[in-house]
């Protein structure tokens, strides 16, 4: 593998028995060695830089296969003997996982069973993520207005294309509840197909909807949402949001789609100063559009919250799709909230934020006695509740994944200020 760093996805032969898996660095340790856990068996070993090499194309496209599992009110060395009783099985929703003992659920606070829940939440897989520094073959599917990009690569096309297939043949009815963050299918104005979507806004009885796999939205009236089935959720959102090296304005919109859309072409992913950023290639030759992007962390930006006359918390206009597509993944969470019972200053949350009744990020800042003030990660704004009142975050929308949207900038100057209403 080229470049290594905390989080980059690879292939590594296993020590114990030499064969190939693959891997993610979970650390990069001194004289170039690294720690990487096996993301099929989450099993780990330190290994060198040299041992770690490039994990194809086709493999990006499959989900890993193990997944993180906290339990708790199982006695130290008692968790190997309960998992090795006949019937036992784990079944995992956006990372928490529910232990079966036959078809009861297993009761950790009681050690006993319960009678299991019915979970109804239907949710997308986890995003894929391109790898870094490698031209991946694709297609361009949509330019949005807020500078982005969204991408296809060219080994999901087969299997989009088998899921508009059977999406042609459906007729579903309209949801019974219209929620954010709901996964469901909609029909495209313009060729009245369907499509799988994702709920981003709802006002009255508009309803702002994204189409995973194209990446361009549009607004429905509320019975226009129509129930997605199971099978329609086996495949990732097919769009993959990409924020261009090169930056374009408004105006510039329908030149770069002409440039982009319609023909198959590479993107090659880097990270360029402070930012991962992509490049658009037909063959050897990259396509120039636009602006070169700065590669200092200047960039146009969003207002977001002003903390004080010279403190305030600003969005990148590259980050906006981002975060609504992560606002959606939030209010998706909602019949799936793990209190977190393990709190402390500095743990990353989903708290409700009290003036909309929304569900959000957060950081504990402060703790004191039962009650603590949150940072709003993704906004700026802070908030003070109790600490019962507060939900685990799951892995896949964690800062170490979905970085926090907002920047704090401190103004130049801005101190001799006085904080008042005027300034």
């Known amino acids: 593998a080229a470049k290594i760093y905390e989080g980059r996805l690879a292939v590594a032969q296993f020590s114990e028995d030499g064969q190939l898996y693959r891997c993610v660095v979970d650390s990069v340790q001194e004289k170039g060695t690294m720690v990487v856990r096996y993301v099929d068996y989450g099993n780990t070993e330190p290994l060198v830089f040299g041992e770690l090499l490039e994990l194809p194309d086709d493999l990006l496209t499959v989900p890993p296969l193990a997944v993180y599992v906290k339990v708790e009110g199982v006695e130290n060395g008692k968790l190997e003997v309960l998992l090795d009783q006949d019937g ?156 261009p090296a090169r930056s374009f304005n408004k105006e510039q919109i329908e030149e770069v789609e002409k440039m982009l859309c319609g023909t198959k072409l590479t993107v090659k992913q880097a990270i360029e100063g402070s930012k991962e950023v992509g490049r658009f290639f037909t063959g050897t030759k990259e396509i120039l559009f636009g602006e070169e ?36 993944q939030l209010a998706d969470m909602v019949d799936r909230l793990v209190p977190d019972t393990s709190v402390v200053v500095g743990s990353t949350v989903v708290a409700r934020y009290t003036e909309d009744n929304k569900l959000y990020r957060a950081t504990v800042v402060e703790m004191v006695d039962t009650k603590v003030t949150l940072l709003f990660v993704d906004f700026g704004n802070y908030q003070e509740c109790l600490a019962s009142s507060l939900y685990a975050l799951s892995l896949e929308l964690s800062l170490e994944r979905v970085p926090a949207a907002a920047i704090r900038v401190k103004i130049p100057g801005g101190e001799e200020w006085h904080d008042n209403e005027e300034n």
């Open 88 to 243: 036992i099985s784990v079944l995992v929703v956006q990372g928490v996982g529910t232990i079966f003992l036959g078809n009861e659920v297993f009761d950790n606070a009681h050690k006993g069973t319960v009678p299991p829940l019915p979970i109804t939440t239907l949710a997308l897989p986890p995003p894929l993520v391109l790898p870094l520094n490698r031209h991946i073959e694709g297609v361009v599917v949509h330019v949005s207005s807020s500078s982005a990009v969204w991408f296809t690569p060219s080994s999901l096309a087969p299997l989009l294309d088998e899921l508009m297939d059977q999406l042609a043949l459906l007729s579903p009815s309209p949801v019974p509840r219209v929620e954010m963050g709901q996964v469901c299918t909609t029909r495209f104005s313009l060729d009245g197909e369907l499509y799988r979507a994702m709920v981003m806004e709802i006002s009255e009885d508009r309803v702002k909807v994204l189409f995973v796999d194209y990446g361009n939205t549009e607004t429905k009236i509320k019975e226009e949402i129509l129930e997605i089935s199971e099978d329609s959720l086996n495949l990732p959102a097919a769009a993959m949001l990409i924020l």
């Open 293 to 328: 992007r700065s590669k200092d962390d200047s960039a146009a930006v969003s207002l977001s919250y002003i903390e004080r006359v010279d403190i305030v918390w600003a969005t990148p206009l590259a980050a906006l799709d981002r975060l609504d597509v992560l606002m959606g």
